[in-house]
């Protein structure tokens, strides 16, 4: 289970829980597994106009949410943090969707109710 604090439902995928550049991060950590921040930044750099300090924060705070994890591990410059995905694209989607459907069918539960069934036809 991860946390978020904020719906956003004007935006689309990832961006209507996630932050723009948290977005980013997870998809390239979706896609790689594992990485420093140092690989993050060196993906998204061209893309975001962001310093890896930034990027190494932002990656702290998706450790604190859930969504990722970090070891530290010894290279050829000393030690660096490494991080991987907690849990799967999918699992993440299927938590938010989750989510999203209690709050309504706990808020509303008879128009929510009314508008699935009419959705769903």
């Known amino acids: 289970m991860f946390s978020w604090t904020e719906y956003r439902p004007h935006r689309e995928g990832l961006q209507t829980v996630l932050s723009p550049l948290e977005s980013e991060i997870m998809t390239i950590m979706w896609r790689e597994k594992r990485a420093t921040a140092r690989t993050v930044h060196t993906l998204i750099k061209n893309r975001h106009n962001v310093n890896r300090s ?45 989510k999203v459907l209690d709050s309504l069918l706990s808020s509303y539960p008879k128009t929510a109710k009314k508008m699935m069934r009419e959705k769903l036809k």
């Open 54 to 98: 930034t990027v190494n924060t932002v990656m702290n705070s998706l450790c604190k949410r859930g969504l990722l994890s970090s070891s530290i591990s010894r290279g050829k410059g000393g030690l660096r943090y490494v991080y991987k995905t907690k849990l799967s694209r999918g699992k993440f989607e299927r938590e938010v969707v989750e």
